[in-house]
């Protein structure tokens, strides 16, 4: 159960903190599960996975997606300008694929993310991880695994950074209205 955060308490926003809860929660559910593989959605989803890969021994089954051109918005918010490649080096067929996003909001990437997963092969399962759960949902979609469940204002959202070491942030940004 994701710990559940007021966003007025900056202090609980504690990046690494939240990656070792959910490392600790992915380690449980991954826990036997044989074709276990990790994919990372770009940027901050991409950090997440490579780090739960190598926590967990996985990073021979370690991808990432770019959903750029498979989000239903695509034409009122255009192109990212920092696209990624997609990159998924294995089988996806039968496997039990643990999808990564930073953070959770409306579940419209994650179901871009899917998408882009199943022109790759059909997975017998896929899992859903997040740092931090915001709620929101325009879609039926929830994570198996959350860091925090995070309340936020209207206006604001989450960002995560990754520094030169590895070292993981989280801020609350405000959006220009």
């Known amino acids: 159960m994701p710990t559940s955060i007021d966003a007025s308490n900056v202090d609980a926003l504690d990046a690494e903190a939240l990656y070792r809860d959910l490392l600790g929660q992915v380690r449980a559910g991954l826990s036997g599960l044989p074709d276990a593989a990790i994919v990372g959605i770009h940027s901050g ?3 997440l996975a490579e780090r739960l890969a190598l926590d967990l021994g996985l990073q021979a089954r370690l991808g990432f997606i770019d959903v750029s051109f498979y989000r239903d918005d695509y034409a009122r918010k255009g192109l990212h300008p920092d696209v990624k490649p997609t990159r998924i080096d294995f089988n996806v067929d039968g496997a039990t694929v643990l999808l990564v996003d930073d953070v959770l909001y409306t579940g419209r990437t994650v179901r871009a993310a899917i998408n882009v997963l199943f022109d790759y092969g059909r997975p017998q399962r896929i899992m859903l991880a997040a740092l931090a759960d915001r709620g929101g949902r325009e879609l039926p979609v929830a994570a198996d695994f959350a860091g ?4 936020l204002a ?4 989450l960002a995560l950074a990754r520094d030169g070491a590895g070292q993981l942030s989280l801020t609350i940004e405000h959006d220009n209205a």
């Open 45 to 47: 989803g991409a950090w």
């Open 148 to 151: 925090a469940s995070v309340a």
């Open 154 to 157: 209207a206006g604001q959202s």
